[in-house]
């Protein structure tokens, strides 16, 4: 009985946590970007909608392998952003999704970014934690598989970047700006949800009254005897 309970607990806090974190992007999707600034940037944090002038630094780009889009397997493709403002330090914009072999070897050539002067919005996200477990019950290791994580883009610039990376939503280019020709799909934002957790709580609960009354009726058939 007290493991149901404890199941029951375990389950709807997590239900709890899932349905702030759905708020939480729903209001964060429906509201306008606003400009990333010096006085802003330290109260920045995730699902915020921004926008940034600068220009892409091309030679530092990352790949993330292990994304799907529309049930293809592919790749984000991660470019470092110079603001314009010096005082914000640069930012990780994911570009987009691009369809790619799931072989390890298969090198992918990756697309280059908009050159030039360009002011770019989309969503704040947090990176997500290599050694954040996974599992139910057992504490597993979390694979790199289908994450964005920090530790792997300092491989490629270990200077001192923003603390939040962009997932990008829309660029706006200057008129002196130039396009290059892009295979990325930006895939669109949408609440998570709040998953089956609720009713998985109430589950554990009913098995535990369950259980209760199960001991008290034989309990009382004992008497009677």
């Given amino acids: 009985m007290a493991l149901c309970v404890k199941l029951g607990i375990w389950q709807f806090e997590r239900y709890q946590l899932r349905h702030e974190l759905t708020q939480k992007i729903t209001m964060g999707l429906s509201t306008k970007p606003i400009p990333l600034s010096e006085k802003n940037?330290?109260?920045?944090?995730?699902?915020?909608?921004?926008?940034?002038?600068?220009?892409?630094?091309?030679?530092?780009?990352?790949?993330?392998?292990?994304h799907y889009f529309q049930d293809r397997y592919g790749l984000e493709v991660l470019s470092l952003f110079i603001p314009s403002d010096k005082n914000i330090p640069p930012i990780w914009v994911d570009r987009g999704w691009m369809e790619t072999s799931n072989s390890a070897s298969a090198s992918t050539p990756i697309p280059l970014p908009r050159s030039g002067e360009i002011t770019i919005s989309g969503i704040l996200k947090t990176y997500d934690e290599v050694s954040q477990s996974r599992?139910?019950?057992?504490?597993?290791?979390?694979?790199r598989i289908g994450r964005i994580d920090e530790r792997s883009l300092q491989e490629t610039f270990s200077g001192e970047t923003f603390f939040l990376y962009l997932k990008l939503q829309k660029e706006s280019l200057a008129s002196s700006?130039?396009?290059?020709?892009?295979?990325?799909?930006?895939?669109?934002?949408?609440?998570?949800?709040?998953?089956?957790?609720?009713?998985?709580?109430?589950?554990?609960?009913?098995?535990?009254?369950?259980?209760?009354?199960?001991?008290?009726?034989?309990?009382?058939?004992?008497?009677?005897?």
């Fill in 41 to 66: 940037q330290k109260s920045a944090e995730a699902w915020m909608k921004v926008t940034i002038a600068g220009k892409y630094e091309p030679e530092k780009q990352a790949l993330f392998r292990g």
């Fill in 177 to 225: 700006s130039k396009s290059e020709n892009s295979t990325l799909q930006i895939a669109p934002l949408t609440p998570p949800g709040e998953g089956p957790h609720l009713a998985y709580a109430i589950q554990w609960w009913l098995f535990t009254l369950l259980i209760a009354g199960t001991r008290i009726a034989l309990y009382r058939g004992e008497r009677l005897l």
């Fill in 135 to 143: 599992g139910a019950l057992f504490a597993l290791p979390a694979p």
